[in-house]
């Protein structure tokens, strides 16, 4: 009974965190509701955006120091020191390591670059690490590349200052078909590099997940906000940062991308020199259900909303809304494309900035071949006549006005973001487990992981991102309320533990008493049955001894 109350009480404490956590997020979500409103000036926004920064501040105040017992409710703090990176000199493979600090990175940095070999070794990252003023390179060269798993559980990486003249720069500087990388979030970051330069990697063919990047990123060429070239696999990641390309083949999100990419996202703003795009600069690989809010400065040619050049590949079910300024070959949604791309179910919301009239067009600018394009774009917006700057293409591109376009987005006809892609719950933070019962067995106990984790970054600078923000914000609240859940039926089991160890209680006391107990009814029985046979046997034995004195008075 004490064990399950116990864990009554470390629920109820999660709990309490978990209400307070509600009520920051519903009233953030009425402050992004004022500022989606367009009646409020610069200094109203200002105001609204400094609460619902301070209220982001307390949230995850509150989820890092929620303890019970001085146990960590939210965040996983086992560790083996032992398995920490900075005491390793070599890794095993299929052995799990932990990095809880910035030495930790640092060592593991040292131990790529110098040829250590990571294949089928998982990392993970326990805890936030603070990079503020840690000389850093990156993890992984072209000469020895990163081949193992990096698991961030929902972690972040703070203050990463690189500044390098070197080619193959990020977090990670270069990573092989075999490296993972999820659940990571890289936030006010700096990094500038030469070619082949991103917030998150440098260049690879990889898997990478559930992660984001926030900050600054330079560089002279093939220059991302998460990754400077990428091949493999991209999902459920974001960025919101400025990048700066200062020769050709930059973007928000990816500079030169031959991987399949699905809900993703980029905000923030990209200014270079040519091949600028909000999402990817040059694609050949295939974007899915995704979308750019990226303003694209591109002071010479070939620039586009979302895509700069698409050479081949498809995208299908994605949108672009920031504006985008350039020379020649400029689009709202892409700024060339070529062979046999494919772009469908797509469309723009941007203004165009051209400063010349060679093929410029409000979806699309340049086109090579005859690639197939299906599209729209807000003709109230764009400042563009032409919907492509260019002839002979398969599809239709059709503009629409603002209203038009806004009820084929809401009737579903056209894509819309889903931010809940973007959450990440892979921080199940520590496992309790209740003792319940008598046994050694699994059926003697319960047990249940507190821990979660999200990512928010709330901006309502505009109209646009404060009605972005509600869809952000009720993602979280979906998040916490199935949190909610989770220990509402873990507290009903509790409660049903408590139920049954009563009865249990109930019914031992009831035979323990029977076994030790007197029946009364018998043994007064058996007691009166005694008193009577003594009494008659007290009767025979006195009239016995009358006898003798009776026969003596005869005589």
Excluded at 64 to 82: A, C, M, P, Q, R
Excluded at 367 to 387: E, H, L, M, R
Aim: hydrophobic share 35%; proline share 1%; net charge negative.
């Amino acid at each position: 009974q004490n064990n399950a109350m116990l864990g009554t009480s470390i629920l109820n404490t999660a709990t309490s965190s978990l209400d307070i956590i509600t009520t920051h997020l519903q009233r953030m979500r009425d402050l992004a509701e004022q500022a989606a409103n367009e009646t409020y000036g610069d200094d109203s926004i200002k105001a609204i955006q400094a609460e619902i920064d301070q209220r982001t501040s307390e949230i995850n105040r509150v989820i890092s120091t929620t303890e019970y017992n001085g146990i960590k409710l939210f965040e996983d703090e086992n560790v083996d020191v032992s398995k920490c990176v900075v005491n390793q000199t070599t890794f095993v493979a299929g052995e799990t390591y932990y990095l809880t600090s910035a030495e930790d990175l640092v060592k593991l940095q040292d131990l790529v670059n110098s040829g250590v070999d990571t294949t089928n070794v998982t990392f993970e990252l326990s805890k936030n690490i603070n990079m503020q003023g840690v000389n850093f390179r990156g993890i992984g060269t072209d000469t020895s590349s990163f081949k193992g798993v990096f698991n961030g559980n929902g972690h972040v990486i703070s203050n990463l200052t690189i500044n390098t003249n070197e080619d193959y720069v990020g977090l990670f500087g270069y990573a092989d078909t075999t490296a993972v990388i999820d659940s990571l979030g890289l936030v006010s970051c700096d990094i500038t590099g030469a070619q082949y330069v991103g917030g998150l990697l440098g260049y690879g063919d990889v898997n990478i997940t559930n992660s984001y990047v926030k900050g600054d990123v330079s560089g002279f060429g093939v220059v991302g906000g998460l990754v400077g070239a990428a091949i493999g696999t991209i999902s459920n990641c974001y960025t919101n940062i400025a990048v700066n390309c200062m020769d050709g083949v930059g973007a928000g999100f990816i500079g030169a991308s031959s991987a399949d990419i699905v809900d993703c996202y980029s905000q923030g703003y990209v200014s270079g020199k040519s091949w600028l795009g909000g999402f990817v600069g040059v694609n050949s690989g295939n974007i899915t259900k995704s979308y750019s809010d990226v303003d694209v400065d591109c002071s010479v040619n070939v620039s586009g909303g979302f895509v700069s050049h698409c050479v081949s590949g498809t995208i299908d079910s994605c949108y672009a809304t920031g504006n985008v300024k350039g020379d020649s070959a400029v689009g709202g949604f892409v700024g060339a494309v070529e062979g046999t791309s494919i772009v469908q179910n797509s469309y723009s919301t941007g203004r165009i900035n051209a400063t010349s009239t060679s093929k410029i067009g409000s979806f699309v600018g340049e086109i090579k071949d005859n690639p197939t394009i299906n599209g729209y774009y807000d003709k109230n917006k764009s400042g563009v006549t032409a919907a492509v700057g260019d002839v002979g293409y398969n599809g239709t591109v059709t503009g629409l006005t603002t209203s038009e376009l806004n009820q084929k987005i809401t009737d579903g006809t056209l894509p819309k973001y889903d931010f809940s892609k973007v959450i990440t719950n892979n921080n199940t933070g520590r496992e309790f487990v209740l003792q319940v019962g008598i046994g050694s067995n699994s059926e003697s106990q319960i047990s249940f992981y507190t821990g979660f984790s999200f990512n928010l970054d709330i901006d309502v600078s505009t109209s646009e991102n404060a009605r972005n923000a509600l869809d952000e914000i009720d993602a979280v609240l979906d998040l916490i309320t199935a949190k909610q859940t989770e220990f509402g039926a873990v507290q009903n089991r509790l409660d049903s533990v408590l139920n049954s160890l009563n009865v249990s209680i109930e019914n031992t006391t009831s035979s323990l008493s029977t076994i030790r107990d007197a029946d009364i009814a018998k043994v007064s029985a058996d007691y009166i049955r005694a008193q009577i046979l003594q009494q008659a046997s007290a009767s025979l034995l006195a009239t016995a001894n009358q006898a003798p004195s009776i026969a003596l008075n005869l005589i």
